[in-house]
């Protein structure tokens, strides 16, 4: 049989499940299932059945590669192999091992007695991808767990391990010798006492103030899940079972699942899904492609950057040494790390024994001997080419061969980097984001003579530090900065023809950013902006390239460190007050440029700005700096605070539709408020438009 492995031994019919990696419900094994519970059946030697997986994995739950296809829809489905289960004439016991989420827990439940290793990682995730459980998991987990844990296991998706679940009937036996063993020694219990099959739907749930308690669930989650609907209909999935009889409930589940399928909100998690997925596929890298090891970093650099980049490592055990040029900044960027441990020691995240472990891993210096024997080291200084070439000058002198050496530049040209060496096929961009040590994202810049080997190191690195990787070519800003600055662009130009920086930022917050632009161009600091356009207008003296924010900063307001910016801080908390000083400045400013003033819909607002994110998104795919629409998504939504219920800006202009989105454009460019250089359609855009074929 294909997928699965079937024995019978001692009046046991053994069934395993054999689809690596993590024994998927495709339909090839829900068919193999019903066959060999058949033969079980049929065969009167047969007292007892013992359904397994791997150590690894139970079950993981639905097959991917099958997810909406209309192979997952196909007879057997989950839910008829479940009745199957349930309905069958002798005891079949779920033998539990790895990981048993989602589908694969919703078949343990069909099943008549679960026995589980201790470590076994039991849930229903479902809710992270926008869905609910429906394979009778929101019907048949709270009459074993009880209502208040089953809910909150259906709503939060979390993970359990067995050991924390085996005060409940779920469980009929947690051990911590080979779960088989145990399953079969307990099937024959079973068939000795000849026991009762032991059915999850007939089970009753007698909870006494359950309506009270899913009253006040209901007002909970309403504020706490705003832009995705599944938490509510994972929660009304699971009202139902108690308020209806079981058959009815299914139905209802059913129901609500068929609804959330094709909501945009889950199109947009199972996009995110998959997109990460693909973002470590990279050309040109293969399983093959050898890797170095990393067991000692170098960070050159103290700062912002070079401290979280550090703490990256340490937190993984990884010892880092870290140099700075004067003793006085590494004095200040350790006391820095000792902090920031210490703050999420406050927090009761880590021990005073773990901040001392992580401390002794790192080591300060000035002298660049002490970095001959790192593996990896990752440039953190100021961002001036000249300070580079001489950081790289000497690294290319001291670090031993082989040593990957990376450069965390936001917007230096890496192949020139590179070229400060006599081994351009050892250096990579590591672009960090800040705070580099809670950012998920990490773009790699992939020079034109990186290696492969560098690249896949890189990638796998990325995974050993619990960061979201996505492979950037190089040109100016990489994909997430370049796209940044359209953004930016598209925001300014709506505010010098008429929006507040506060009408500007409610309508991007409502579509579901944490902060609009000036937001948090108060929360970084303006000065630095402003520094960057100063040098600019000193090289171009014919261009005017003045703006609102120039006089903002020109009146000392460099944002919430400062006590205002484009808002006012003065109350002395971080909330920001419109001030008419700052209106009037903008008023004065659109009056010197001979600029009347509109009225800007927030739908104009966001699609302008958002637009304009995708369009520059759609010219970074084209030149091939992006591999995918999707690792642009990616990078915009673990960088930049993309909204995940609307999948990342490329996905959301497909799910507007790339016609609109051109149109749009094209409009804009034709007011004549508009820059019309900067509002024409990518051309990648207008050939996927004229193809009709999606933007892959
Ligand atoms: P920073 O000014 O906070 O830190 C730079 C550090 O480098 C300082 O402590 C300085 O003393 C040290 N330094 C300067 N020259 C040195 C030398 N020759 N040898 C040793 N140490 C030297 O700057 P930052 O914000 O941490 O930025 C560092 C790099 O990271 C820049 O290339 C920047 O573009 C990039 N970056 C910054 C951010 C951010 O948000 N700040 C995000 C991504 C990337």
Redesign the pocket.
């Known amino acids: 049989m294909s997928h699965l492995h079937y024995e019978v031994a001692d009046g046991i019919a053994h069934i395993t499940f054999q689809n690596p990696p993590v024994n998927g419900l495709g339909h090839s094994l829900r068919l193999a299932l019903v066959n060999a519970l058949d033969e079980a059946e049929e065969n009167p030697e047969v007292k007892a059945v013992v359904m397994t997986g791997s150590e690894r994995a139970f079950s993981g739950g639905a097959d991917i590669t099958e997810f909406g296809t209309p192979r997952s829809g196909w007879q057997p489905t989950l839910r008829t192999v479940i009745e199957i289960m349930e309905a069958f004439p002798k005891p079949i016991i779920a033998a539990i091992d790895g990981v048993c989420l989602g589908g694969g827990l919703e078949l343990a439940l069909g099943a008549h007695y679960r026995v589980a290793a201790s470590r076994a990682r039991i849930g229903l995730p479902e809710v992270k991808l926008g869905l609910l459980p429906g394979g009778g998991g929101t019907q048949r987990l709270p009459r074993l767990v009880g209502l208040e844990r089953g809910l909150s296991m259906i709503v939060t998706g979390e993970h359990y391990t067995a050991t924390r679940l085996a005060d409940t009937p779920l469980l009929d036996r947690v051990v911590d010798t080979p779960v088989v063993e145990a399953a079969a020694a307990f099937a024959k219990e079973i068939v000795a006492q000849g026991a009762p099959l032991k059915r999850v739907r007939d089970i009753k749930i007698e909870e006494l103030d359950a309506q009270a308690f899913l009253q006040v669930s209901r007002r909970n989650l309403a504020a706490s899940s705003k832009h995705f609907p599944a938490p509510k209909l994972c929660l009304e999935a699971v009202a139902a079972c108690v308020e209806l009889p079981f058959d009815e409930g299914l139905k209802r589940e059913r129901e609500l699942f068929n609804t959330l399928m094709t909501s945009p909100e889950s199109l947009a998690l199972r996009h995110i899904f998959a997109a990460e997925r693909a973002a470590t596929k990279v050309p040109g890298v293969t399983r093959e492609t050898p890797r170095r090891e990393i067991r000692q970093v170098g960070v050159?650099?103290?700062?912002?950057?070079?401290?979280?980049i550090a703490m990256n490592f340490l937190n993984v055990g990884i010892p880092v040494t870290i140099?700075?040029?004067?003793q006085e900044?590494l004095d200040?960027?350790l006391a820095t790390i000792r902090r920031n441990y210490e703050n999420t020691m406050k927090k009761g995240r880590l021990t005073q024994n773990q901040v001392e472990e992580r401390m002794a891993l790192l080591t300060p210096t000035m002298s660049y001997d002490d970095l001959a024997q790192a593996d990896l080291i990752i440039?953190?200084?100021?961002?001036d080419i000249g300070?580079?070439e001489?950081?790289f000058t000497t690294l290319d002198a001291i670090a031993k061969p082989g040593a990957i050496l990376a450069?965390?530049?936001?917007?230096?040209d890496l192949n020139i980097i590179a070229g400060f060496t006599k081994r351009p096929q050892d250096v990579i961009g590591l672009?960090?984001?800040?705070p580099?040590n809670v950012m998920k994202l990490l773009e790699i810049v992939r020079g034109d003579q990186t290696s492969p080997e560098v690249l896949a190191t890189s990638l796998d690195l990325a995974k050993t530090i619990a960061k979201k990787p996505v492979v950037s070519g190089v040109c100016d800003g990489f994909i997430g900065n370049r796209m940044l600055a359209s953004y930016r662009a598209a925001a300014d130009e709506l505010l010098l023809h008429g929006a507040s920086p506060a009408e500007i930022d409610r309508a991007l917050e409502n579509f579901g950013f944490a902060m609009g632009p000036y937001r948090v161009g108060d929360l970084?600091g303006l000065d630095?902006g402003w520094a960057i356009r100063k040098r600019r207008q000193a090289e171009n003296p014919d261009l005017d390239l003045s703006c609102v924010a120039d006089r903002i900063c020109e009146a000392g307001r460099f944002g919430q460190k400062t006590g205002a910016g484009w808002y006012d801080y003065s109350a002395g908390n971080r909330k920001p007050k419109e001030d008419p000083i700052v209106t009037k400045m903008i008023d004065d400013f659109r009056a010197e440029k001979g600029i009347t003033p509109r009225k800007f819909t927030a739908r104009e607002i966001v699609e302008r700005c958002v637009f304009a994110l995708a369009n520059e998104g759609a010219r970074i795919l084209e030149e091939g700096i992006a591999l995918r629409a999707s690792d642009i998504d990616i990078v915009y939504l673990n960088g930049y605070g993309f909204p995940a219920h609307h999948g990342g800006p490329m996905h959301y202009a497909q799910q507007v539709g790339l016609f609109n989105v051109v149109r749009s454009i094209k409009r804009y460019a034709r007011l004549s408020d508009s820059a019309a250089a900067f509002w024409q359609p990518a051309p990648l855009l207008v050939k996927h438009l004229d193809s009709g074929e999606p933007l892959k």
């Open positions: 050159i650099g103290a700062g912002t950057m070079g401290g979280g140099l700075e040029a004067k900044a200040r960027g440039e953190a200084v100021f961002e300070v580079k001489a950081v450069s965390n530049t936001s917007t230096l672009h960090f984001f800040s580099a970084a630095i």
